[in-house]
């Protein structure tokens, strides 16, 4: 009860900023866009590049979006009191993640059906490529808040969080391109999404950890 | 009897030394401060009067010494200690794009036993029951801080830790706080408080540390 209490906090202020919000999301659009005017539009081309396109822009508006994630919390002494709170921070913080996951990485998910027409990727691969999405970009969530956590009290933070997490999110973007990019040539996907499916696990339990011991870390001084 | 004091509501610091960086803001410094009383942290501007409230709270981290809360070390038993202490901190921890009704309940989510029922008494006690339902960021400063002291009434813990609570309120601001002050202390709360202003809470007795005269 006192857990969707949170949620429904963080989702009331989102809907309050959604114009901030919106921004990894054009983003997201904008960059994905820019593809077929700076290369050549022959959509042979354009096909076999899309799912890397796709999941590169995906990637970045996401690790961009994560910026935000307890940057107001920290400035307004919200975060002070999180951690002050009885409530293990773990859970607190993971819930968080869910939340902004909820209003930035789900409409990105969405939106990729629509850069996937843009760029010509078949429509009978749409299926694989959402789905690699949708397993990825919570792992890209869960990396870019322990990047956030770590990064909160730095004033030129926004920079560094993509250098710190960026890495880290080679293993999922190699196995969500692969899903995507063998689905559009009819190639079995299961292998590259079972990884994707491995590694959101691991994300989603190990990550609280890393973040509240971020946090804490950043608050101490 | 030495041991039933112990168990006893009793906030103590023993030799707790705390740099920042290369300077020393305090060493070996020891206190007791007990159910019903006060403790004034003094000290000038950069004397380390907020480092140290954290460090009280388990937020920052002592260099040397420790932290007893009923005689366990807040190291060992910080859940506990943290169920059993209000912060007002200098951010409000005010969400400004919530109301003051918003901002409690979210608190009072928070806390380990939420008392929700009193949030319209809560709002009318610190004069905020007209603007209950406005963003607090249409709400000036001075309001914005007693949404902030609301949060503390909605909390049933023994440990009040302030940081500057004076900061931004009015007259009756300050009246309205020396009021919550006492009334925490006769039920047998414990305030520790850091501002530059002498706050007079007659007939309790408010301790007083002052920082950065060593150095």
């Not at chain 1, 409409?107 to 694989?128: E, N, Q, R």
């Not at chain 2, 501007?45 to 010494?65: C, P, S, W, Y």
């Not at chain 2, 506990?80 to 003051?100: D, E, F, I, M, T």
Request: net charge neutral; hydrophobic share 50%.
């Amino acid at each position: 009860m006192r857990l969707t209490a949170l949620i429904e906090r963080d989702l009331r202020l989102a809907y309050r900023r959604r114009g901030e919000l919106a921004t990894p999301v054009i983003f997201f659009v904008i960059v994905t866009a820019l593809f077929p005017l700076a290369l050549n539009p022959d959509p042979a081309l354009l096909r076999t590049l899309a799912p890397g396109v796709i999941w590169v822009a995906a990637l970045l508006a996401v690790l961009i979006g994560q910026d935000s994630l307890f940057k107001t919390d920290y400035e307004d002494g919200s975060l002070e009191l999180m951690l002050l709170s009885p409530i293990t921070l773990e859970w607190i913080v993971i819930l968080r993640v869910f939340t902004h996951w909820l209003v930035t990485g789900l409409p990105l998910v969405i939106l990729s059906l629509l850069m996937a027409l843009l760029l010509d990727y078949p429509t009978h691969a749409l299926g694989t490529l959402v789905m690699s999405l949708f397993l990825g970009t919570p792992i890209l969530s869960c990396l870019g808040a322990v990047g956030a956590s770590l990064t909160v009290g730095l004033r030129r933070g926004f920079m560094l969080l993509p250098i710190l997490v960026l890495p880290l999110t080679v293993p999922v973007l190699i196995f969500g391109a692969a899903a995507a990019g063998r689905a559009a040539v009819g190639d079995p996907v299961a292998a590259p999404l079972y990884f994707l499916g491995a590694m959101l696990i691991l994300a989603i339990t190990l990550a609280p950890f890393a973040i509240a011991a971020g946090l804490r870390i950043s608050l101490e001084s | 009897m030495i041991d039933s004091m112990e168990q006893s509501d009793v906030l103590s610091v023993d030799n707790l030394s705390v740099w920042r960086g290369e300077r020393c803001l305090c060493r070996n410094l020891s206190f007791r401060v007990s159910t019903g009383e006060a403790l004034q942290v003094q000290g000038q501007n950069g004397a380390g009067k907020t480092t140290l409230i954290r460090v009280l709270t388990g937020l920052g981290r002592a260099d040397e010494g420790d932290v007893r809360w009923r005689g366990e070390s807040l190291r060992r038993n910080s859940e506990q200690y943290r169920a059993s202490l209000s912060y007002l901190g200098h951010s409000n921890g005010v969400k400004l794009g919530l109301s003051p009704r918003e901002n409690l309940a979210i608190a009072s989510a928070l806390l380990a036993n939420p008392i929700a029922n009193k949030v319209d008494v809560i709002l009318d006690k610190v004069g905020l029951s007209t603007h209950a339902d406005l963003p607090c960021g249409m709400l000036s400063m001075g309001q914005r801080r007693r949404t902030a002291l609301a949060r503390l009434l909605l909390a049933d813990v023994r440990l009040w830790f302030l940081d500057e609570p004076l900061a931004s309120l009015d007259i009756a601001g300050v009246t309205l706080l020396t009021d919550m002050l006492k009334a925490h202390l006769t039920s047998g709360g414990i305030v520790v408080f850091a501002t530059h202003q002498s706050m007079d809470l007659a007939p309790f007795p408010v301790k007083s540390i002052m920082l950065g005269t060593s150095a």
